[in-house]
Antibody
Framework: EVHLVESGGGLVKPGGSLRLSCSASGFTFSNAWMSWVRQAPGKGLEWVGRIKSQGDGATTDYAAPVKGRFTISRDDSKNTVYLQMSSLKIEDSAVYFC??????????????????WGQGTLVTVSS | DIQMTQSPSTLSAFIGDRVTITCRASQSISTWLAWYQQKPGKAPKLLIY???TLESGVPSRFSGSGSGTDFTLTINNLQADDSATYYC????????FGPGTKVDIK
C-alpha cells in the first residue's frame, strides 16, 4: 500500500526556519515526482513546489509566494522528501501535505495530478 | 499564471440528487484538469484526472467533462458520504487549484 507520512511541523517565530520531512513507502520512490501542497486554516489548497525524480534531473519548481525562501530536496536512499522553509511569514501558517505525482498509465510519463497524499503536518508561524 | 475559479462556492442538495460543480480556467488548459474530494481534517482524495478519467476505485456516480477553459464535475445520485469540499486543479502549467466547492446534504 502506498503511504506518505509527514513530520516536522510545529510553532516557529516569524523569520525562523523549519524543515519538514515526508517518508514514503509502497512504491518506487526514486521514480516519483514529489510535491508539497499547503492549506491555511479554513482555506483552500495551494501548491508549494515540486521535485522531479533523479532520472529527470531532480530539478525543482516553486510557487511564487515561496520562491527563494523554501527548498525541496530528496534522499532516495531514505525514501524521503524534505521541505526546508526559511524566512517564515505568518501567512505561511498552514497544514503542509506531501503528495506523489502520478504517471500516465499508458505512457508512464510523469504528470502533475496527485495521488496519494500524506495526512499533513501543521506549521504555525507566530510570535 | 493560470487562475482557476469554481462555482458555486457552496451548495446544498438532497440524497439522490444530481449535483454539478463548474470550474473555469483563465486560459485554455486542454483537458489537463483533475478533481479532488476533501473531507474535514483529511487529505484530499483524487477523483478524476484528464478532465474525465475516473480514478480507480472511485464510484461511477462521479463524472467529469469539459475541455479548454470550462469543466464540470457531476455527482449523480448524491450520497451522504459525498458531503465534502471539491477542488479542481490544472496541471497544464505547473499547478493551480480552484478555491473549492463545499457540498452539504440537506
Amino acid at each position: 500500500e502506498v503511504h506518505l507520512v509527514e513530520s516536522g511541523g510545529g510553532l516557529v517565530k516569524p523569520g525562523g526556519s523549519l524543515r519538514l520531512s515526508c517518508s514514503a513507502s509502497g512504491f518506487t520512490f526514486s521514480n516519483a515526482w514529489m510535491s508539497w501542497v499547503r492549506q491555511a486554516p479554513g482555506k483552500g489548497l495551494e501548491w508549494v513546489g515540486r521535485i522531479k525524480s533523479q532520472g529527470d534531473g531532480a530539478t525543482t519548481d516553486y510557487a511564487a509566494p515561496v520562491k527563494g525562501r523554501f527548498t525541496i530536496s530528496r534522499d532516495d536512499s531514505k525514501n524521503t522528501v524534505y521541505l526546508q522553509m526559511s524566512s517564515l511569514k505568518i501567512e505561511d501558517s498552514a497544514v503542509y501535505f506531501c503528495t506523489k505525482g502520478a504517471r500516465r498509465p499508458t505512457t508512464g510519463w510523469p504528470q502533475n495530478w496527485f495521488d496519494p497524499w500524506g495526512q499533513g503536518t501543521l506549521v504555525t508561524v507566530s510570535s | 499564471d493560470i487562475q482557476m475559479t469554481q462555482s458555486p462556492s457552496t451548495l446544498s442538495a438532497f440524497i439522490g440528487d444530481r449535483v454539478t460543480i463548474t470550474c473555469r480556467a483563465s486560459q485554455s488548459i486542454s483537458t489537463w484538469l483533475a478533481w479532488y474530494q476533501q473531507k474535514p481534517g483529511k487529505a484530499p482524495k483524487l477523483l478524476i484526472y484528464d478532465a474525465s478519467t475516473l480514478e480507480s476505485g472511485v464510484p461511477s456516480r462521479f463524472s467529469g467533462s469539459g475541455s479548454g477553459t470550462d469543466f464540470t464535475l457531476t455527482i449523480n445520485n448524491l450520497q451522504a458520504d459525498d458531503s465534502a469540499t471539491y477542488y479542481c486543479q490544472q496541471f497544464h502549467t505547473f499547478v493551480t487549484f480552484g478555491p473549492g466547492t463545499k457540498v452539504d446534504i440537506k
